[in-house]
């Protein structure tokens, strides 16, 4: 029976004109209607019509017997297999098909919800989302309509809790799978690579759980940054094929294609002379930007959110004339130059073309992200002043920052608004988070670049800076100078260039850091001439935060029950309010209370050593006898000099060569051992391709773990090992396995920092420098549950200034460290491998200050040695007084936070 044409409630969107070559016209395809709107709908649709929709409207599965069901259907439909040949792939992908069902249900609810009752909507534009395992994290957050039975359940023991896990967990057990087999089938999405995106991850995570009415809007990259091998010790990156058995988290919008233009030229027609009035950018190349959503559920409600990833596509895929005529190789030319955009997160800009395609990339997903935001807009006919009263844009990082930009060019060119009109509403609608403190850090891009790629968006740029000149020149009359330090564009001695922070700082009417010491280095150093100019009103903080649903109850399942029981919180309440855990501090001194706090520990531990086993061709690195006395250090994050990986390996190095050097002076193994407790130094992250300081340390790493774990003079007294590939599957189970975690970036470098929230989440206790969010989890947990050294912020340019003029030399413990490298101790094939890492301190200044903070990070290291081994009780109290107390870091309160002092965005919860 046909319905006949109607409009659907259901999808919007396409291209809105009607000259765009090679694209359908579609429209009214996602969102949903406004209020006014519905009733007028409903009336377009035949009663008969509706009458056989709501007699066979599709249901959620709430039972066992249900989910069981679904599951079969979908091995026999979707992927068309059967009883015989349902692997654990197979498996897992009914899996993920049967639970999306579930939220996709909810997210279409969700969705009408926010349509009907038209709140502030907030978009959060990141680069990143580093998503991780979704079937899990699923499973975690979904709530089914009904109390849920497992099979053979009666009403007298109905389960409770994470009814939704458990209930499939054992449903999967009748049908012949474990649960923990299938999870591990499923690739971590390859949508990231660092702090960054995981952050991002968080933040869609709590706002689907508070209910605000919010969308995320990335890039679905086909290969991800790169999958990591380490070859003869060195990073080797090929690409990662996460989209090889399809995703079955995302639904494809293939009808929905938004045209995208690139280079061109500007024709202004009768306003030559204007940039200010509207012109018509005519592009000359065109690319199509295809939208996969992913839904994103809450916790404890039915609210499923989406995350929008946008894939390039050419609007010609196949050129069939040159194929005819023999030119293979040009006939898909267009196709494969449209998706390079969106194959690899950060194409290695170490040269033009890779530079190019990062601007290019950024600005086909800041194009695509505000066509659809405005179309959405469009469709409730109210006047464009009402646009920062419905629209909430963040946009993290600079990345994002031509989302400012385009906006200005849609407003002026497209929809005819008066220049200040149009910027009075991007600035009230856009906000800004920054993450870096470091000047070099900023992203810039050269005019030529800029001009040729987007020519109308450079004219629009010269124009904002233009006016906000001339308003700094009327506050501040004569002063050149800071119009120079304070210009969009940077008049450098090789190629002028366009000073992205900058641009985002202009165009937003918020301006956050992700730390409180970060947020204050900002105001008094990168970007002081704007709290000059703005006032400090502008500028405010917002420190990071985490989820506890991945980071605590899916990556420590038995720490989390262990959480829930102790407190009396059977349906993990605390998972929403984290200040509950705060009860656990009255249990830091209990032996019994103690012990299953360190059970715990040890299990992770061992998990970790048979990953680890796993991943070493099937090797221990540490018996499983000692496991329990050995401490886990780890350090797992981006390789980057300023994280000072490099003083994490020189302290392992100087370990290893005392221990050798008590060893030859007659010292017996039980000697060494009181000095030198069982150590296991493990590290884990990816260099940018380019970076070659990053690649080398992690050579050094390899290199060092080849012969310290080779010494059979030291036995197993010290282990090292480098983690290939770290991502966030990884991260799940690194993580609660440590006793001490590194985060010993140069004070003043690190914006914030997430992992180390993560690990003391976990009970692993810091070592660190006061630096980023170091500073107020020591606040929040006590000083004497953290190990701090090193120099503070306030010292770094003093002791740069000195290293550069007056070379005082390093302290003998790291100049001992050094001579064993540069003597061949751990490259005796090339004794010159690692002399950039030798020189950058000894002759170039050690910007990154690893000599004036070595020798009090080799005290500390002591200190903790002394702690873990000799007083194991007072150890675990810290571990314990840590978790009880880092309830400040949760993602739940950042969103709070944020839509209270920057989006002014309420939730809108199910009835």
Not at 45 to 71: G, L, M, Y
Not at 381 to 391: G, H, M, T, Y
């Amino acid at each position: 029976m046909s319905f006949g044409r109607r409009p659907s409630l259901s999808n919007d969107l396409i291209s809105e004109d009607p000259n765009a070559p090679h694209v359908p016209r579609l429209t009214r395809r996602l969102t949903g209607f406004l209020p006014q709107e519905i009733k007028a709908i409903e009336t377009t649709i035949p009663a008969q019509s509706r009458e056989i929709w709501n007699k066979h409207k599709v249901q959620k599965f709430n039972t066992a017997d249900e989910f069981q069901e679904r599951f079969i259907s979908h091995v026999e439909w979707t992927l068309a297999r059967s009883l015989y040949n349902c692997d654990d792939l197979a498996a897992y992908q009914a899996t993920s098909q049967s639970v999306r069902d579930n939220l996709v249900i909810d997210w279409n609810k969700t969705q009408q919800r926010q349509t009907a009752r038209d709140p502030k909507r907030v978009y959060y534009l990141s680069l990143e989302f580093l998503m991780g395992r979704a079937l899990d994290n699923a499973l975690i957050n979904m709530r089914t309509d009904t109390d849920v039975r497992d099979v053979g359940d009666t009403d007298e023991t109905l389960t409770k809790g994470n009814t939704s896990r458990e209930m499939i967990k054992n449903a999967m057990n009748e049908l012949g799978f474990k649960l923990e087999d299938i999870l591990d089938e499923e690739p971590d999405a390859a949508l990231g690579n660092g702090g960054l995106g995981r952050l991002a991850a968080c933040f869609v995570d709590s706002m689907a759980t508070g209910n605000y009415p919010a969308w995320g809007y990335g890039l679905r990259y086909q290969y991800g940054i790169f999958a990591q091998k380490i070859i003869n010790g060195y990073q080797v990156e090929t690409p990662d094929y996460w989209l090889n058995f399809t995703n079955p988290w995302e639904i494809e919008r293939a009808e929905i294609q938004v045209p995208i233009n690139f280079y061109g030229y500007v024709d202004r027609g009768q306003n030559e002379k204007s940039t200010l009035e509207p012109s018509d950018w005519i592009g000359g190349e065109r690319v199509l930007a295809v939208p996969y959503d992913m839904p994103i559920p809450g916790f404890k409600t039915s609210t499923v959110n989406n995350l929008r990833l946008w894939s390039a596509k050419p609007t010609t895929e196949f050129d069939f004339k040159k194929f005819n005529n023999g030119d293979y190789k040009n006939s898909v030319e267009e196709q494969q130059r449209a998706e390079s955009i969106t194959a690899v997160l950060y194409p290695n800009d170490n040269f033009l073309q890779g530079k190019e395609l990062r601007l290019k990339q950024q600005y086909f997903w800041c194009a695509a992200s505000l066509h659809d935001i405005v179309r959405r807009f469009k469709k409730g006919k109210r006047a464009w002043s009402e646009f920062p009263d419905a629209i909430a844009i963040q946009i993290n990082d600079t990345h994002p920052t031509l989302a400012i930009v385009e906006l200005q060019r849609i407003l002026v060119d497209l929809e005819k608004l008066d220049w200040h009109e149009a910027w009075k509403i991007v600035t009230s609608t856009f906000a800004f988070t920054n993450h870096t403190v470091m000047q070099e850090a900023l992203e810039k891009w050269p005019i030529s670049l800029l001009g040729r790629l987007l020519p109308r968006h450079l004219e629009i740029i010269y124009d904002i800076n233009w006016f906000f000149l001339q308003d700094v020149e009327k506050k501040f009359p004569h002063d050149m100078d800071l119009l120079s330090r304070v210009s969009v564009i940077e008049e450098s001695s090789q190629e002028r260039q366009v000073r992205m922070a900058y641009l985002a700082i202009i165009g937003s009417h918020k301006v956050n850091g992700v730390a409180e010491l970060h947020s204050d280095l900002i105001k008094t150093t990168i970007f002081k001439d704007f709290v000059k100019i703005y006032g400090s009103n502008k500028f405010t903080n917002v420190t990071n935060g985490i989820t506890p649903r991945r980071w605590l109850k899916q990556a420590n399942p038995k720490l989390a029950q262990l959480i829930s029981e102790t407190i009396n919180d059977p349906e993990d309440n605390y998972l929403l309010d984290m200040s509950k855990l705060t009860q656990l501090s009255k249990y830091a001194e209990d032996e019994k209370f103690q012990k299953k706090w360190n059970d715990v520990k040890q299990f992770n531990k061992q998990r970790l050593a048979d990953l680890i086993k796993k991943l070493n061709n099937g090797v221990d690195i540490i018996e499983r006898d000692h496991i329990r006395n050995t401490l886990f250090d780890i350090q797992v994050k981006r390789i980057h000099e300023y994280k000072r990986q490099q003083m994490n390996i020189f302290g392992v190095i100087h370990r290893y060569l005392t221990m050798k050097e008590l060893l030859q002076s007659g010292a017996s193994i039980e000697e060494v051992v009181k000095k030198y407790p069982r150590k296991v130094s493990i590290f884990g992250g990816k260099s940018a391709p380019g970076y070659y300081m990053a690649k080398l340390i992690i050579k050094l790493i390899n290199s060092v773990a080849d012969v310290v774990n080779n010494d059979k003079e030291i036995q197993d007294l010290l282990k090292v090992y480098f983690i290939p590939d770290y991502n966030v599957s990884k991260a799940e189970i690194i993580t609660p396995a440590s006793d001490l975690s590194e985060h010993i970036s140069t004070a003043g470098t690190e914006a914030s920092g997430t992992s180390n929230m993560k690990f003391v989440m976990n009970g692993g206790l810091i070592i660190g420098t006061v630096d980023g969010a170091n500073v107020e989890i020591t606040r929040e947990i006590g000083e004497d549950n953290i190990f701090l050294f090193g120099n503070l912020a306030e010292n770094v340019d003093e002791l740069r200034y000195k290293h550069q003029f007056h070379n005082e030399g390093v302290p003998a413990s790291l100049a001992k460290v050094l001579d064993a490298m540069q003597n061949g101790a751990f490259s005796p094939q090339n004794h010159s491998e690692f002399m950039p890492l030798i020189d950058s301190i000894k002759s170039h200044g050690d910007y990154y200050l690893v000599s004036d903070d070595f020798e009090a990070y080799i005290s500390t290291q002591e200190l903790v040695d002394q702690v873990y081994h000799k007083d194991k009780k007072e150890w675990l109290k810290k571990s314990i007084l840590s978790v009880a107390n880092i309830g400040f870091f949760s993602s739940d309160r950042c969103i709070e936070e944020y839509a209270d002092t920057i989006w002014n965005a309420e939730p809108v919860k199910p009835e």
